[in-house]
């Protein structure tokens, strides 16, 4: 409590203050900023106390990026047909509008065939009610989704350490006319769909990409480790899927030595915000985080400025 209140006397970050939002991505909605967060609690009994634990998501929405309103719980993984119960692995989600419809995708670990899947939900509007599908999409086996709506009329989807693939117009499914290749995974071989956009550039550990467009760049950013933890890095292309150039850093590790970094870019009302995570309220565990924002900003090429995380933020 004497934490929660010095931060309140001074700061704005983190922007949530009454339970843990790691993973945040922003969308705008209806002149709105919705944030659908991942949620990481403390973990139950029998569930590995020093790892990552999440069980549901929430969204919130401003429209100062100061108050922030809790809509509550959109998706749990003990409802959602296809999610091993008590798996307690619903990590970074994404949301987007598209054809009347607001679609969430979010990953999990499956009831059946191991590893990671990601799934999707449907609802008439951003805070919900949202219905998941039955059935994850067939073809992705990973984490961390992100959608991007292009200006070529087509949706892209992100996920793992930088894969990508064309959505069909039903927002369900993967095209039919993606690439394939055949990747090795130690002794194994196994066909996957899409491209790996993060190939040959510096991707050890990647994880969570986040696609946008802007000024007629396509703009692929992502955490990977540089050295221990985790940075936040992008590259650029002219082409959704790429190929991509390597481009810098957009924050660098955590001066605290949080493992994790997580992230979005959203345009709200002519500026751009970088909205990440921290441990601020939980120094002592960096698998409880908090979700931060501040601004960002673009050089006259197109590039990225390096942005220092504070606990003003952008209050």
Not at 200 to 219: K, M, S, V, W
Not at 265 to 277: R, T
């Amino acid at each position: 409590m004497l934490l929660l209140t010095a931060l309140g006397a001074t700061a704005q970050n983190p922007i949530i203050r009454d339970q843990f939002t790691a993973d945040p991505t922003a969308r705008v909605f209806n002149n709105k900023v919705y944030l659908y967060p991942s949620h990481d609690i403390k973990p139950p009994v029998g569930q590995r106390q020093d790892w990552f634990c999440m069980e549901d998501y929430h969204v919130f929405s401003s429209e100062n990026l100061t108050d922030w309103k809790d809509h509550g719980v959109i998706v749990t993984q003990n409802k959602v047909p296809w999610v091993r119960p008590d798996s307690y692995s619903m990590w970074a989600p994404d949301c987007v509008y598209r054809n009347g419809k607001y679609y969430f995708y979010f990953p999990s670990a499956p009831a059946e065939g191991g590893g990671f899947a990601v799934g999707v939900a449907i609802a008439d509007n951003p805070e919900g009610p949202f219905i998941p599908e039955p059935e994850p999409i067939k073809g992705i086996n990973g984490i961390d989704p992100c959608v991007l709506l292009a200006s070529d009329g087509n949706a892209y989807i992100f996920w793992g350490n930088g894969r990508c693939a064309k959505l069909k117009d039903n927002m369900k499914e993967l095209a039919d006319d993606n690439p394939k290749e055949t990747v090795k995974w130690g002794n194994r071989e196994m066909e996957m769909i899409g491209v790996s956009c993060l190939k040959d550039l510096p991707n050890r550990q990647a994880e969570g990409p986040f696609a946008f467009e802007y000024n007629g760049n396509f703009y692929l950013t992502y955490p990977y480790v540089r050295e221990n933890t985790e940075v936040l890095a992008y590259a650029m292309s002219k082409n959704p899927m790429g190929p991509y150039e390597y481009k810098g850093i957009i924050m660098a590790e955590h001066a605290n030595g949080c493992w994790t970094n997580h992230h979005s870019i959203v345009n709200y009302k002519d500026l751009w915000y970088l909205f990440y995570h921290q441990n601020a309220f939980s120094p002592n565990d960096d698998k409880r985080r908090s979700a931060q924002i501040e601004k960002l900003y673009f050089n006259p090429d197109g590039t990225i400025q390096e942005v220092k995380p504070t606990l003003r933020g952008v209050g």
